[in-house]
């Protein structure tokens, strides 16, 4: 009987979450799924960081806002030559050309002559047709962000309801084994008895010792993974690990219901993520495209010169309208453009594919749904059965009529059975969800 058990316990422990070590922090808290998927979307690393992405976009976009408002400068310079060119150009600037200054032996051998220089400088862009679509695929990019914030937040409701669903599994193993453990010490004490009054063989004790400690080590383990499941909670939450949360035994499972839409939606998050990358795409092909066209720009500048530091002697302006315009710039251009294409076309074949993906995953998970609601028939119909079996064996057994491993072997048998169904209903409820993951719309 030891072997039986234990293959048969193995089998059981299998199925569920490998153990780690337990948290020294034993501290309880009731947490409802609500509670967990509204802490976590406000407190996740995940989604700050995806909302920090869609910040840094938004800073990127208003780089562009160039496209339109001026620039202004300001410049403070204070020079000295003996430049024979510069040092009449200097004074010529400070408007401060004397007759003497003509004389060829001042204007070939000029002693250092010095210049301070005040200047305001203002660009103001006119028509640059390249940047202006540069902007929109800046605008494009900020879209892309809310959409895979959006896709974050999906992703991290579900991850938080299929944990919390394993927390109610952990609770519903720990049910089965304290039953399992009941059982098994009944037995147990009930065959201490009859040994000690010489009615059964010592092996048959020994047997049901084996079984007993064997449920309460894995009563144990089951126990520590419901400290597992709490702090994969607490880590999803942003939260402390250490904390033991206790939760409604099947209500709120019961509230995520599966989509009945079997086709995956065009405007789900990241499909619309992927459609936004690929007309950020398509604009930023477009400002190199017009990188062609001519480009007109204003300019201005106002400025004193004066020979002395903190001077403001001679003031000047300059203001001008510059058309320019790259007419051939090797095959660099052209090149850009042509890897851009590829770009684009990439995006397209990848956003294809992933609505492909997609819609086998939903395929395959409304098969998994079918057969997870016909599995936990059959389970309900194996434990109703594995229970009246127990019953009848522990009748035969406290009459005599069986020895003590067939009630052991019934005992395991009955608790495999309840943990397979534990096990089922999981399954559907975390089917529900990822086909609730699949199907999401886009709230844009």
Known sequence: MSKVSVFSWSIILALFTATVSHAQDTATRKLTLTEAIAATLSNNKSARIAKLDEGIAQANYRQTDAVFLPQVGFSYTAMTTNDPLNAFGYKLEQRSITPNDFNPALLNHPSGTSDVITKLEVQQPLLNADMLYARKGAGKQVEVYQYRGQRTNEYLTFEVQKAWLQLQLAYKAVDVLQEAQKTAWSVYKFTDDHYRQGLIQKS????????????????????????????YLSVLMGAKTGVIYTIDAQTEADQIMADTMQRIPDNRADFMAMQKAIDASAMMLKSNQM?????????????YNDSRLAGFGANSYLAG??????????????????????????LTEQLAQQKQQGQMELNKAFRDLSDSRAEILRDRAAVDQAAESMRILQNRYQQG????TDVLMADTQLSQQKFTLAQAEFSLAVTKAYIQLLTSSSSK
Not at 204 to 227: F, G, M, P, Q, R
Not at 401 to 404: D, V
């Open 204 to 231: 048959d004790l020994l047997n049901a010792n084996v079984h007993l400690t064997a449920v309460e080590s894995n009563l144990a383990k089951a126990k520590s993974n419901i400290s597992n499941a709490s702090d």
């Open 291 to 303: 990188s062609y066209l001519p480009k007109l720009n204003a300019f201005g500048n106002y400025q």
């Open 321 to 346: 309208i510059q058309l320019s315009w790259d007419i051939f710039k090797g095959n660099a251009r052209k090149s850009k453009i042509d890897a851009q294409k590829l770009e684009r076309d990439k």
């Open 401 to 404: 009529l069986i020895n003590t």
